[in-house]
């Protein structure tokens, strides 16, 4: 079932819609109803991984900082000088 959703855009999403939609061989309407279900599975997913961090904080599955940091250093020390080679 298809449903119809009102919005307003200013002239510059207006123009920039519909020229992605005449890019894309589409309408403007197929092209925002694109972009509107990629966003919201966007979001789910990003919901999901909070909820599953929030659960593995939770649970005591953390990081220490500091050595989370001393790792990031340590690689990133290993690619400067990968690419100073």
Known sequence: ???????????????????LAAERH???ADV???????????????R?????????AKAGDVVDYRAFRDEMR???AIREAESET
């Open 1 to 19: 079932m298809a449903n119809q959703l009102a919005i307003t855009i200013d002239d510059e999403q207006q123009q920039r819609l519909e020229a």
């Open 26 to 28: 589409a309408t403007p």
């Open 32 to 46: 925002a109803a694109t972009a509107l279900a990629e966003y919201l599975e966007d979001d789910a997913a990003f």
């Open 48 to 56: 999901r991984a909070v909820e599953e961090g929030l659960a593995a």
């Open 74 to 76: 340590r690689r990133m």
